[in-house]
Every structure is written in C-alpha cells, then in structure tokens.
C-alpha cells in the first residue's frame, strides 16, 4: 500500500531539475525531532519515525494496528471521532504522565493517508500552567487584604479620629499593606529566578556579618512577640556564592521561624561545616512542629500548616506570603545546594541548607 502519491502534471512543480531522484527518507524522517507517523483512512498505523515510537510507547508488532487502540487513549479516540483536525490534539504522553504531547493530523488530500506530527510541548505547557498558577494564586492571596481594606474603609469615617478603633483600624491596614507588598515582592522574585539565562554573580561571602545583620531584622520582625535567637558561627568556613541568593535565603527561613512559631520561643542560626566538609546553613527553633505528611508540600507556592495552635500562636501580627520556602529551594536550586527539612510534634523543625565546598 502507497503511502505517497505521485504529482499530476497540473500541480505545480517545487523541487529543482538537479534534485536527487533516489532519497532514504525513512532514515531521513528518523532524524528528526519531531514524531512523525502515517495512518490510514482506517488510522491504521503503516510507518512511525524513532521519535514517535519513544514518545507514545509504539513497536514493531503495532503496524498494522488502530493507533488509538494500541495507545489506548481516550483523548486520542474522542479527538479522532470528532473530526476536528484545524485544531491540535494535547494529551499526555501513554508512557509519562509529565510530559505532553501535541498531535497535529495533516490529510493528504482526499482522506486515505494521514501525517501525524507529534511534539514534545511540556516546556510550553508547564509555562502557560505557571503563569494560570501565577494568576489563580495571586488572586486567591489578595483576596484577604482587599477585604479587609473595603471593610475598614467603610467603618472608618464613623470612627471618632485617633480614638482605639481608628488606631485599631490604621495598624490592619499597614499589616495587609505590607502583605500585599510582600506577596508582589516574592512573586517578581520568583519570575526572576525562573529565567533560564539569568547570572548571578559570585564572591567571597562574610558570613558573620551578614547573618548578624539579618538576626537584627528578625528581631524587628518579631518585636512584642520576643523571640530569642541564638547565632552560631565558625568564621573558618567560607562559602563563594551570590549574595543576594544568600540574603534571600537566611532572611526567608528566619521570617519563617518568625511568623510560625510561638512567642518567646527560640530561634537558632547555625553556619558550620558538617561531617563531610560542606557548608551548612542552618535555622532551628523550639516551636510546636510539623506533622511529617506536610513536609514534602512545604516548599509548594502557597501551601500553609493550619492548626488552631499556629492560629493563637499568630495572633495577627505576622503574616507570611505563603512564598518563603518556595524562595528557598529555588534560590539553593541556582546556588547548586539543596534544602533539608526535619520536624516533628512538638519538639520544633530544622531547616538545613547544604552547600558545596567552595
């Protein structure tokens, strides 16, 4: 059975005089990077390419056969019996849930043999599902704030001015303020972290000062509430890094520790070497801790622990974004170091990140 069809002397000619007359274009076809795969008007499957056999699972023993009989899947079944082919067919690869397939059937004319170019989009599609992430999460975290403001804006002007409600009223709206921006803040940091070709710069980092300078902003964070922080450094152990990286990782687990922790507990800054000579950065406190089937989302944008002690223990003075650890384990992600995370009930929760030996 012809897979091709010959020109008729009334189509127009598109290949020059001198071009080759014997070509191997199975070989040629399995070159490239795309699937490729020729169906019938019974999509029966006569020839795949290399690519197309590895991204939907195909072998030798499927020619022949219906192609979404043997893929089995129902998007591809459903997507062929509609009939609709001016739009592509995106599906999950058969043999990987992560990653997608873009199918896109070109007739050949008077409908007895298909061309089907199958690509891999994962990339594109895991950006377009960030940037729908992006937006559903944004919305979802500033809905509190923009409540708040509208409920106090109303109460406001039948307020006596500087009396307990006015000055109740003006500090939650500094508070949602400064959450709005810390929302905003975190996610262009996010966004920046994500460019595949964006440099950060190295150098020599003096760690004792830096970390005593981010203790002291901890110390503001925490004010009335009092917590006590405990800095452990040995001068010896150096680390070549990008500063900004590094702030951003010390200041974020501190305001972690900050913000989900009780009042008055402890709070421990740790920069060591561990047993096999790698840098270790570590903040440690004494808080209520952390169940261990929350542990592996903790670093998943948006994801909080709510229990009814970390609500009392709260109190409405800090806030998180709901981004801190997500900042985390992307900037160690560009620093080529890796977060550790230990917690259990009631004894509190270690944050440890590893680094390479500079």
Request: hydrophobic letters at 40%.
């Amino acid at each position: 059975m012809r897979c091709w069809q010959q020109r008729s002397a009334s189509e127009p000619v598109t290949r020059s005089e001198s071009y080759p007359q014997q070509i191997d274009w199975p070989t040629i076809l399995d070159s490239i990077a795309d699937g490729i795969l020729i169906l019938d008007h019974q999509w029966l499957l006569h020839w795949y390419n290399i690519e197309a056999g590895q991204q939907l699972g195909l072998e030798q023993h499927d020619l022949g056969r219906v192609l979404f009989g043997r893929v089995s899947l129902p998007l591809l079944e459903d997507y062929i019996g509609r009939a609709d082919f001016n739009r592509p067919l995106q599906m999950p690869a058969p043999l990987r849930g992560d990653v997608m397939l873009e199918l896109r059937f070109r007739s050949q004319g008077d409908g007895s043999f298909w061309l089907v170019l199958v690509r891999d989009i994962s990339h594109h599609y895991q950006i377009d599902q960030q940037q729908t992430d992006f937006l559903v999460n944004v919305s979802h975290e500033l809905k509190t704030p923009v409540t708040v403001f509208r409920a106090m804006l109303e109460t406001i002007p039948d307020m006596p001015e500087r009396s307990f409600q006015w000055q109740q009223a003006w500090t939650l709206l500094q508070q949602q303020v400064e959450r709005m921006q810390a929302i905003i803040d975190n996610q262009i940091t996010l966004l920046k972290m994500g460019e595949p070709d964006r440099h950060y710069a190295t150098e020599a980092i003096a760690m004792e000062p830096l970390m005593t300078a981010l203790v002291e902003e901890a110390r503001v964070l925490s004010g009335p509430r009092q917590h006590r922080f405990v800095l452990a450094i040995d001068p010896e152990v150096q680390l070549v890094a990008n500063r900004g990286l590094i702030q951003c990782i010390v200041a974020n687990l501190l305001t972690n520790a900050v913000c989900h922790t009780a009042p008055q507990t402890e709070v421990q800054l740790i920069w060591r070497c561990d047993d096999r000579g790698q840098p270790l950065l570590t903040v440690r406190d004494n808080g209520g801790g952390i169940a261990a089937y929350h542990l592996p989302r903790l670093t998943d944008k948006y994801y909080r622990v709510s229990t009814a002690q970390t609500a009392a223990d709260h109190s409405g003075r800090c806030h998180g974004s709901g981004l801190g650890l997500t900042l985390v384990k992307q900037a160690l992600a560009r620093c080529q170091a890796q977060l550790e995370i230990s917690s259990h009930p009631g004894v509190g929760s270690s944050f440890s990140c590893r680094f390479q030996q500079s």
